[in-house]
């Protein structure tokens, strides 16, 4: 539903619109996200929207993702963010989806990073706890400073995984993301693919000269842009071969992210992203 978070600020789109523009377009699901609840503290009515949206059109839940962050210095404010993921791992259960889309967190400007690492470390053994208790998967979202190369990633969830003693921790490699750490998508999905539990299927672009217009800064300086699925500069056609060589026969979510209405953009990237996987 990330594809659709413009509009949505507009007020023009909530969440059970979200799920019968998804099967207008003929997909196979739909991903949910906290974010777009507008009263955070009860979700009961949305909830019972959402769901008749579901009923009416037949598109299963693939994911509930989380937007979590453990990069917080106050230990009852990383507490908070374990309740968070918890709360997804419920809100799953009430959609039957298999899987949790989380994040480990951003940096902290004067906390050493081996810190913050271990934060992230010990928030996503807990909320892996819980998860596995409810039958539910952990995938974690390349993004941010400390958690965002693949390296990082693979790192960070063999040792959530070594410490609980599960497999309930996996990935999301998001195919866009790679790149504001300067990293090859396809590379980078490669390195994280046998832990991956679903994907982000994301295009940028470089930004052109003089672009004025909102922007990704990776870290050496390059701006880039959101583009349709399969008319930016990512080789998706490489990162799905990358996936599939390790058997993932997960979820493949769009994540259209550019400034264009998506009310063109999306149906666009739909029709391409069917070329990549099937």
Request: charged share 25%.
């Amino acid at each position: 539903m990330w594809s659709y978070v413009a509009p949505w600020k507009r007020g023009e789109i909530e969440a059970p619109d979200f799920v019968r523009t998804a099967a207008r377009l003929g997909v196979d699901g739909v991903e949910l996200l906290d974010f777009f609840y507008r009263d955070k503290s009860d979700w009961s009515a949305e909830t019972d929207q959402i769901r008749a949206a579901l009923d009416e059109t037949g598109l299963p839940v693939g994911v509930f993702s989380v937007g979590n962050d453990f990069a917080q210095a106050d230990e009852a404010a990383r507490d908070e963010q374990i309740a968070v993921i918890r709360r997804g791992v419920d809100q799953a259960n009430v959609f039957g989806a298999e899987v949790v889309r989380v994040f480990a967190g951003g940096d902290l400007p004067g906390t050493p990073n081996e810190t913050v690492f271990e934060w992230f470390l010990h928030g996503l053994c807990e909320a892996s706890y819980y998860a596995a208790d409810k039958g539910v998967k952990l995938a974690l979202e390349n993004h941010g400073l400390i958690a965002g190369r693949s390296d990082q990633v693979s790192d960070l969830i063999h040792k959530v995984r070594i410490a609980t003693g599960t497999d309930t921790l996996g990935a999301n490699p998001d195919t866009g993301n790679f790149l504001l750490v300067n990293e090859d998508s396809t590379d980078a999905v490669r390195g994280v693919a046998k832990y991956a539990y679903m994907c982000h299927f994301k295009d940028f672009e470089v930004a052109p000269p003089n672009w004025d217009g909102h922007a990704y800064a990776a870290l050496d300086g390059t701006k880039f842009i959101g583009s349709a699925i399969g008319e930016g500069g990512v080789d998706l056609g490489s990162c799905v071969d990358a996936l599939r060589d390790v058997g993932f026969d997960g979820w493949v979510n769009i994540e259209y992210e550019s400034t264009e209405d998506p009310a063109s953009g999306v149906p666009r990237s739909v029709l391409n992203a069917r070329r990549f996987v099937r």
